[in-house]
């Protein structure tokens, strides 16, 4: 057990619907990423949120969005659904801190919301 | 933007058997890393790596960093069927005092280990 908590563990829906994942990272850590793994692109890095803020951003799509809040619990939000958008979406949270000697950043993994879409 | 090779792309040993498996980065390694997972689930982190000629081990999982070539190698011995799993090497593309802390991820390997 990382420490990270996702929910829920399974989404199904329809193409055009709107979900919302959420993630809770490890006690203490401050940045939370969101991934996305599918069989075609494999893991790809999608967001990072560092104490409330958005700190970088990858491939993500406009329909996505994010954000963390003051108890540093994290959400993400997949709005008009498509059928590529069916993966696996990870969230992890790291220790690190901006700005501190401490520059290697072991990224801690939740279990995973596995997201069909129909 | 960097990429991660990794190679084989899956491996099949028996048990007892040790195995190699390695990851080549496009571009300068700030960390690697490397994770375990079995289908479907979560990433376990196993180990980083950070300074070219280091080595770590945890239990029978040894990897090591060859920073000039810009390559980590993730060594099994003996293995077992609880070593089953896909295994991901990961980088961070560029120094965490800059920017962001994202990782790039490779491809993985699928092991399985046959009793």
């Known amino acids: 057990?990382?420490?990270?908590?996702?929910?829920?563990k399974h989404l199904i829906t329809a193409t055009g619907q709107r979900?919302?994942?959420?993630?809770?990272?490890r006690s203490g850590d401050l940045s939370v990423y969101w991934y996305q793994q599918s069989l075609d692109q494999g893991l790809q890095f999608l967001i990072q949120y560092y104490n409330g803020e958005?700190?970088?951003k990858g491939n993500i799509l406009e329909r996505f969005s994010a954000q963390q809040f003051p108890d540093l619990h994290s959400e993400l939000n997949l709005s008009s659904l498509e059928l590529g958008d069916s993966a696996l979406y990870f969230c992890a949270s790291s220790p690190a801190r901006l700005g501190t000697p401490r520059v290697y950043n072991e990224q801690f993994f939740g279990p995973g919301t596995r997201l069909t879409v129909l | 933007s960097q990429e991660l090779e990794q190679s084989p792309q899956s491996l099949i040993v028996q048990e007892g058997k040790n195995l190699t498996i390695n990851c080549t980065s496009s571009k300068t390694l700030y960390?690697?890393?490397?994770y375990k997972q079995k289908y479907g689930e979560g990433l376990i982190?196993?180990?980083m790596l950070q300074k070219g000629g280091?080595?770590?081990s945890h239990e029978k999982i040894t990897a090591k960093l060859?920073?000039?070539k810009q390559q980590s190698s993730l060594h099994i011995t003996a293995s077992q069927p609880s070593h089953a799993g896909i295994y991901l090497c990961g980088a961070a593309p560029y120094h965490l005092y800059n920017q962001g802390g994202k990782l790039i991820f490779g491809q993985g390997t699928e092991?399985?280990?046959k009793p």
């Open chain 2, 54 to 56: 280091e080595e770590k």
């Open chain 2, 31 to 34: 960390g690697l890393y490397w």
């Open chain 1, 54 to 56: 958005e700190r970088a």
């Open chain 2, 66 to 68: 060859d920073e000039k």
């Open chain 1, 19 to 25: 979900v919302t994942l959420r993630c809770s990272p």
């Open chain 1, 1 to 8: 057990d990382s420490g990270v908590t996702q929910t829920p």
């Open chain 2, 111 to 113: 092991l399985s280990v």
């Open chain 2, 45 to 47: 982190f196993l180990m």
